[in-house]
């Protein structure tokens, strides 16, 4: 059983690069360093000139601003695709500002954040077709309170592609069977059910022409065949889990408040974003202090927020200010 479990995490790493289909490099990009720093740019300006960096380049600083941006083309023929890009400007950090963080616009507006935690960035079928213009404003980070350092980052990836649905789900649905055989202990009759049927959907993929149209037949089939094998399973738990989903941002800690401030637009866009791709997610924030920030450094968001509060899929919940 070990040996399976094993096989079956490298064969679902493996899969991971497969969800992301025709691939078209995004290389050069403009660059130039934002002297400015300002707080709640609204709308991004276009670069041009002849300072630009390509995939592979680093840069470096400390509590640096750096712009980057790119037009685009997107294909006609992805308007029935979930159009993603796929970006990765070095480690985010361990959650105490020592990497980057980034906003990425579409067209001038704040668009979502992207960072090692947030590498997807999903554009709207509208925009199939078109030229986009993407701008990313990218920040260096501080050291996490330690000794002031500089940070250095990359342009490790930058790409545009559509994202298959099915090899997604098998792809995360396989991480989250896989992750509850490892917790469950041998006595458990779940834990050889569900590894049974992890180990026979991932048995039908056609490993030996990978990326072929006949390897992504056989992903799609082994989706159906494991999605259907966990819908026929007993359900005897009485315990019901809910989850919501909430970001907690320290107002004043390791960093300045203006950091603070463009944290929350981060944030908050990425929660939009991911709304428009789940209308079930719901969201809680509970300090109003982030809100007062946003509604003066980014009032286009803050009326999507209102939106979404209206809704009832966003709450604005908590008992103090801050």
Known sequence: MFFTEQKLERRINELSAYRYRETIALNE???????????????????TGTDVIRQGDRWKGRDLYVWLSKRISIPAEWKERKVVGLFDFGKTGGGNNSGFESLLYVNGVPFQGVDSNHQEAFLPAEYSGTDVELIFRLWSGLEGGGIPTEQEHQLKRAELAWLDPAVDDLYFNARAVLGTVK??????????????????????????HPGSDLFYASVHAAATELAES???????????????????????????????????????????Q?????????????????????????????????????????????????
């Open 183 to 208: 917790v469950l202990t041998e006595d458990r009759p779940e834990k050889q059910k569900l590894l049974k049927a992890l180990n026979h959907a991932f048995m039908l993929i056609d490993w030996s």
């Open 29 to 47: 990009w403009f660059f130039a360093v934002d002297e400015e720093k300002a707080n709640g740019v609204q709308h991004a300006p276009s670069l």
């Open 274 to 322: 991911l709304m428009e791709q789940f209308p079930e997610y719901v969201f809680l924030q509970t300090q109003p202090q982030l809100y007062a920030y946003i509604k003066a450094d980014y009032p286009e968001i803050f009326a999507k927020i209102k939106e979404r509060v209206k809704e009832g899929r966003w709450e604005a919940g908590g008992a103090m200010w801050l």
């Open 230 to 272: 966990l819908a026929e399973m007993d359900k005897t738990s009485e315990i019901t889990v809910t989850a919501i989903g909430h970001t907690h941002i320290d107002v004043a800690w390791l960093w300045r408040l203006t950091h603070t401030r463009e944290k929350a637009a981060r944030s908050f866009s990425t929660v939009l």
